[in-house]
């Protein structure tokens, strides 16, 4: 069983460069979502979306992009990469409430480690 | 908006003795989470609390929710080295869009 799939597992970026992350699922979950880990900072929500066609932003959303085109993908864009964004990030994803089943526990990815230099 | 709140942060135990984690949350939240996470491996999901008075165990775990004193608690009953781990609970925010709030873990080092 695959569940969440991330590539790639490990980059490194130069400032400046631009990169996505991929992010896929064969759950046939409508939310999606990623977050960011940094040491001491538990886990940041980046952006989210609930189905195809929509996304939203979370707590931390500044130099990030997302598009929801399909149920199974939700691919994670760096637009000009910044030592800041070097991180740890999980891509997530749950059955929604609003169906009236499931119970919103988020299944994660194995992650991706960015380096921005 | 919900902020989540564990502690301790770190905790350091010896094999076979009882531990709880606290788990604080500010506004309503009528789901808790724990997670628990190994050193560089992704996070795994061991309890989903749905309602007040909430308990699920498994093995050494227990977990409870109190959602009128917004707590919830991870009890450890004689503790093994294999449960060193950090253990995140996340709250949900924004009813049913899923988003989850976590806290900042709790470092978790049992020694013999």
């Known amino acids: 069983n695959a569940g969440v799939t991330q590539t790639p597992k490990f980059q490194v970026l130069k400032t400046g460069q631009s990169m996505t992350l991929q992010c896929a699922q064969d759950?046939?979950?409508?939310?999606m979502s990623w977050y960011r880990q940094d040491p001491g900072m538990g886990l940041r929500l980046i952006h989210y979306s609930v189905g195809a066609g929509i996304t939203d932003q979370g707590e931390v959303p500044n130099g990030y992009n997302v598009s929801r085109s399909t149920t199974e993908d939700f691919p994670l864009r760096l637009l000009s990469a910044a030592p800041s964004q070097t991180s740890v990030y999980f891509c997530?994803?749950?059955?929604?409430?609003?169906?009236?089943?499931?119970?919103?526990?988020?299944?994660f990815g194995e992650g991706s480690r960015l380096t921005v230099l | 908006e919900l902020k989540v709140e564990q502690n301790p942060l770190f905790l350091s135990m010896q094999e076979g003795k009882n531990y709880t984690i606290y788990c604080n949350y500010s506004t309503t939240s009528d789901r808790l989470y724990w997670y628990r996470q190994d050193p560089g491996k992704s996070l795994e999901s061991l309890f989903v609390l749905l309602s007040n008075g909430a308990v699920k165990q498994e093995g050494r775990l227990m977990a409870s929710l109190d959602t009128k004193a917004r707590l919830s608690t991870l009890h450890i009953t004689a503790a093994v080295h294999d449960l060193s781990a950090t253990y995140f609970c996340?709250?949900?925010?924004?009813?049913?869009?899923?988003?989850?709030?976590f806290g900042k873990g709790t470092k978790l080092s049992v020694k013999p």
């Open positions: 996340a709250g949900n925010y924004g009813g049913s869009q899923g988003n989850l709030i």
């Open positions: 759950m046939n979950h409508e939310y």
């Open positions: 997530a994803s749950s059955e929604t409430f609003m169906a009236g089943t499931g119970t919103g526990e988020l299944f």
